[in-house]
């Protein structure tokens, strides 16, 4: 069985196909930096790597590049031999607590809950719709990465608004990053030698998109974002925590209008609000200029994530084991480090030469004294939605 999934961001489309008999990597890729003036196609097969540069307008474009380079590239002979599709999707409401076939009320659902995901459930429901354009009859599975974290308890995933726009229009803490979040714990646990439901973990998924999560007995317990995938820590482009009085602010005083302020919200802050960019590498090579915009976002990126690490030992009760994953998590030393020596009250001791290792797989980066363990755990979002996506298609 082949099967192809699609992980697609607010900016980007990576995609891994796989042979499930054995779950190897036939082949694999990305496509970043969509809707820019010029994109970068990184398409990978067992034997090379491609690379190029072209102007892609929208996911659906790229999805539709990837199906024909899937051909060209000659690792398929026709899209018939793909046996099933596997999306993920970003926002599952409180509906979708586990994947699900897709089909056109479960689109219509996925469209339903864009409101609460604007850059991402319309992205998901384009790469599906492109998927139904070039490939005839294919399966599709939706994961979603709200499905992870409907363990959080009632008294963390309310906010302290009347009860009636929970009951009536669901706003409550939802949180995202669900199926990196349990991934990367539950393969944390395994290289720790231990079971997963022995831990208190809090995972740090950090890239475009950033949160926490507290993981306990290998459930989620808490998650930094909540209703929508703004909330939460300073991101790429997202301003996470706010006063919310601000956003009346600019409503009141300036031009702005709600659509104004959201696209301001999501798409124009965080790194790149500060600094003037949402990519890590620039901003760490103009820290090494004493670039201060660059500084100040590094400085306010890392303390919001160390008022997240505080506030989450706590709720947790104890800390084993602290865990960095995505793009920034595992390949910058410097955000690393920047976070792990600001948690000595914790007696968090971070082994400089090992944070310092350039190393693909999943490895503990802490001095033997420090009393939590600390981890680099790649995270592989589409190896658990390939995974549950033939879960999905035996059932047919």
Same mark, same amino acid.
């Given at each position: 069985?082949?099967?192809?999934?699609?992980?697609?961001?607010?900016?980007?489309?990576?995609?891994?196909?796989?042979?499930?008999?054995?779950?190897?990597?036939?082949?694999?890729? @990305? #496509? *970043? !930096?969509?809707?820019?003036?010029?994109?970068?196609?990184?398409?990978?097969?067992?034997?090379?790597?491609?690379?190029?540069?072209?102007?892609i307008g929208t996911h659906a474009n790229a999805i539709e590049l990837l199906l024909k380079m899937l051909i060209s590239h000659q690792v398929i002979v026709a899209f018939e031999e793909l046996d099933a599709v596997g999306h993920r999707v970003v926002h599952g409401g409180d509906l979708f607590h586990k994947a699900v076939l897709i089909t056109p009320e479960v689109k219509n659902k996925i469209a339903s809950f864009a409101p609460l995901a604007p850059l991402h459930n319309p992205i998901?429901?384009?790469?599906?719709?492109?998927?139904?354009? @070039? #490939? *005839? !009859?294919?399966?599709?599975?939706?994961?979603?990465?709200?499905?992870?974290?409907?363990?959080?308890?009632?008294?963390?995933?309310?906010?302290?608004?009347?009860?009636?726009?929970?009951?009536?229009?669901?706003?409550?803490?939802?949180?995202f990053h669900g199926t990196s979040h349990h991934y990367v714990a539950s393969q944390t646990a395994k290289a720790m030698g231990k079971k997963i439901h022995e831990l208190a973990m809090i995972t740090l998924h950090l890239g475009n998109g950033a949160s926490v999560c507290a993981v306990k007995g290998g459930k989620s317990i808490d998650t930094s974002m909540g209703m929508t995938p703004l909330e939460g820590l300073m991101m790429g482009s997202r301003s996470g925590d706010i006063d919310p009085g601000v956003i009346f602010y600019l409503m009141n005083h300036t031009q702005m209008n709600a659509n104004d302020i959201e696209h301001l919200l999501n798409t124009q802050s965080g790194l790149k609000g500060i600094a003037g960019t949402n990519d890590m590498r620039k901003i760490e090579e103009r820290i090494n200029q004493n670039d201060p915009l660059a500084i100040l976002a590094m400085e306010m990126f890392v303390y919001r994530i160390i008022k997240y690490i505080g506030a989450y030992a706590v709720a947790l009760g104890h800390l084993d084991a602290l865990v960095f994953t995505g793009g920034i998590g595992e390949h910058s030393a410097k955000t690393r480090e920047a976070i792990c020596t600001k948690l000595t009250l914790f007696g968090v001791q971070i082994d400089t030469y090992l944070n310092q290792q350039n190393n693909t797989l999943c490895r503990s980066i802490h001095d033997p004294s420090s009393k939590i363990a600390l981890w680099v755990t790649p995270t592989d979002e589409e190896l658990s939605i390939a995974k549950e996506t033939v879960q999905i298609i035996n059932r047919l």
């Open positions: 069985m082949q099967v192809l999934v699609l992980n697609a961001g607010s900016s980007s489309v990576k995609f891994k196909l796989f042979s499930a008999k054995i779950w190897s990597v036939v082949a694999s890729g @990305m #496509i *970043e !930096n969509i809707f820019e003036p010029i994109s970068t196609v990184y398409f990978n097969t067992k034997y090379k790597q491609h690379v190029y540069s072209e102007k998901n429901l384009e790469g599906m719709l492109a998927v139904e354009s @070039m #490939i *005839e !009859n294919v399966p599709q599975v939706a994961v979603f990465d709200t499905a992870f974290h409907h363990t959080i308890p009632s008294y963390a995933h309310r906010y302290a608004l009347p009860n009636f726009l929970y009951e009536d229009l669901g706003i409550r803490r939802y949180g």
